[in-house]
């Protein structure tokens, strides 16, 4: 039986890599604002969860292989706490200084089914195995990968971080439907700067409470 704070814990860790992992505005993230603002609210949302699904398949491996080597990141989390937050900063300054407007395509005539937009953006993601030095950065900055986990508890994890990224896609779809008339290049340009800002503030917290001994998350 899970104690109720472990399944908080989880939760909102999970939850939270699956935002980070999903917010920046990569090519998937432009293609889910225009198939949006060309298609639809649930075009783009579809778009957003071909996206999450292949987030998590990296997840797994991330996870996965990080329960093999359980015995080194446990007597290292400190160096890996260090290396995730340091990882993530970076990543920061890479979102926030990144230009997404530069994926726009042209946009199409035809809408395709949803099925179309959901494999389209599961391919374009899962083309980016990159993600799991992401993944493994966010894991040991979290220390959300473990050995001897329950598997209730490990379904939990990877579950919210599903949720996670879902809410993001959910949410991000929503919001640019709103705003469809006011929304433009610049508003693509800046969303992502706010992004990138946020992920390196973040990032430089746990660093100073990695440096400290103390356990932020």
Not at 52 to 76: E, P, Q, W
Request: charged share 10%; glycine share 12%.
């Amino acid at each position: 039986m899970i104690e109720v704070e472990t399944i908080l814990n989880i939760l909102w860790k999970g939850f939270l890599i699956g935002v980070i992992v999903s917010a920046p505005l990569g090519p998937v993230g432009v293609l889910c604002i225009q198939r949006t603002l060309n298609k639809g609210r649930w075009y783009g949302f579809v778009t957003g969860v071909g996206a999450a699904l292949s987030d998590i398949c990296y997840a797994l491996i991330t996870g996965y292989g990080m329960s093999f080597v359980f015995d080194y990141v446990n007597k290292n989390i400190f160096y890996l706490q260090l290396f995730g937050s340091v990882l993530l900063f970076f990543f920061g300054i890479y979102t926030f200084r990144s230009n997404p407007v530069q994926s726009i395509h042209p946009p199409s005539g035809n809408k395709g089914t949803y099925l179309h937009n959901f494999v389209t953006a599961f391919l374009v993601t899962l083309s980016n195995p990159l993600i799991i030095f992401l993944f493994v950065g966010l894991f040991a900055r979290f220390s959300f990968a473990g050995n001897g986990a329950l598997v209730s508890e490990t379904v939990t994890g990877y579950l919210s971080i599903i949720l996670g990224a879902l809410s993001w896609w959910f949410g991000i779809s929503y919001f640019v439907n709103k705003v469809r008339a006011r929304f433009n290049l610049r508003g693509i340009w800046l969303l992502n700067r706010v992004i990138g800002s946020i992920v390196a503030i973040v990032s430089l917290v746990g660093l100073a409470f990695t440096l400290m001994g103390e356990s932020l998350y």
